[in-house]
């Protein structure tokens, strides 16, 4: 079945308070992905809005240098969007003004990690199981951030008999969030499975704020189907932009009415890798760069014939030239495999039964804040565990 581009004033632009973003096109903020040197590459192939990798609350007030690191950004990224996670709210407060008056112009709310040393502790999407303690962290965002428009982004649930979405939804929009992003999946399912798109029609259907779909959107034509099949108003685009960033660019075709160029051939896609780590190398130095780059060459790579043994020589780059040396004995003539387009990458397909604190839903009223590790070793894993989330 083909699916038509979009027609002159079938959607609007995305409206986050003061921000306009057009097409409606959201970067998912994605651990280990997200960075500058990314959303940069992101924004060379299209319009829409950028979101960084997780920074948390305790980690920038304690003025941690990776965390800073993270939240970094350059001259040319306008607007500049961060996503925090906080389970304090004095804390998500204090850290949501220091970031506005360093220039931000968007922050993003995480209640959706699924990560066990997250959830373990009351964190990430264990969140909205107490609405309660929800509403006094986005209530306490959006005070910190004054004008600047405050998201949230949440799974569907815990699992299939535990579902928060509707919950979520309703505070967001109480404590005055500009609009709500849902990954339509639980926690226990991670990535793995089909995405239950009727979750964000339902999700559209309860709240009057912007609702943001993330999930299963592997190529331009599934945000239009998504948009179409739920009323969203927008989309939030995660792993199927790894390894190929120009999806932004056919996204911002199909949204403006135009047939998205063809995927390009290898050699094209070893011309956006180079660029790729260079810009990387720029920003975390020559040696952290390249062992990072070695992830986006499976990405860039995957799905081309011969490619595999390729991946083997990147597996323990160090330089550009390592890398150029194993990319040059690929045909740049190859086309783009049809099949690559909806490979899955990033995370694994397994599930999970989700660990939650002792008796943590007995009183889904509570609102008091969960307590994290106490010991400068446990406060370490927690923050690793969340940055890998």
């Not at 941690?64 to 969007?81: C, F, I, K, W, Y």
């Not at 063809?262 to 760069?289: D, M, Y």
């Not at 002792?358 to 609102?367: F, S």
């Amino acid at each position: 079945m083909t699916t038509p581009v979009a027609a002159p004033g079938e959607f609007r632009p995305l409206r986050l308070g003061a921000l306009t973003v057009w097409p409606p096109v959201v970067l998912a903020p994605m651990a280990g992905v997200t960075n500058y040197p990314f959303r940069r590459l992101c924004r060379e192939f299209g319009a829409g809005l950028y979101v960084s990798e997780m920074i948390t609350a305790r980690g920038f007030l304690m003025m941690n240098r990776v965390t800073h690191q993270l939240a970094g950004s350059g001259p040319d990224e306008r607007p500049r969007s961060l996503q925090i996670y906080g389970s304090d709210p004095a804390d998500v407060e204090t850290m949501a003004r220091a970031l506005v008056q360093h220039g931000v112009d968007h922050l993003d709310m995480n209640f959706g990690c699924p990560v066990p040393k997250v959830t373990r502790h009351g964190g990430g999407s264990a969140i909205p199981v107490k609405p309660r303690l929800m509403a006094r962290l986005v209530r306490a965002a959006v005070r910190g951030a004054g004008s600047v428009p405050v998201t949230v982004k949440v799974r569907t649930g815990i699992d299939d008999g535990l579902l928060t979405f509707l919950d979520a939804g309703r505070v967001a929009q109480e404590e005055g969030a500009a609009a709500i992003g849902l990954h339509a999946r639980t926690a226990a399912q991670l990535y793995a499975g089909d995405a239950d798109w009727s979750a964000i029609a339902a999700l559209k259907a309860a709240v009057r704020i912007p609702v943001l779909g993330n999930g299963d959107l592997w190529e331009c034509w599934d945000a239009l189907r998504m948009m179409r099949e739920t009323g969203c108003d927008g989309v939030i685009v995660g792993r199927g932009c790894l390894g190929r960033p120009w999806l932004f660019r056919e996204l911002a075709a199909v949204f403006d009415g135009r047939a998205p160029d063809a995927p390009p051939p290898l050699g094209t896609v070893v011309a956006v890798a180079r660029r790729h780590a260079e810009l990387l190398c720029e920003f975390f130095g020559p040696r952290q760069g390249m062992v990072q780059m070695r992830k986006w060459c499976c990405w860039y790579t995957a799905g081309f014939p011969g490619s595999a043994i390729v991946r083997r020589a990147l597996a323990g780059m160090t330089t550009l030239a390592d890398m150029t040396a194993a990319l040059d004995t690929l045909d740049p003539a190859t086309p783009y495999p049809v099949g690559a387009l909806r490979l899955r990458r990033g995370k694994d397909g397994h599930r999970q039964r989700v660990t939650l604190p002792q008796g943590y839903l007995a009183d889904r009223a509570d609102d008091t804040p969960p307590v994290p590790p106490l010991s400068p070793a446990h406060l370490a894993a927690f923050e690793r565990a969340l940055q890998a989330g």
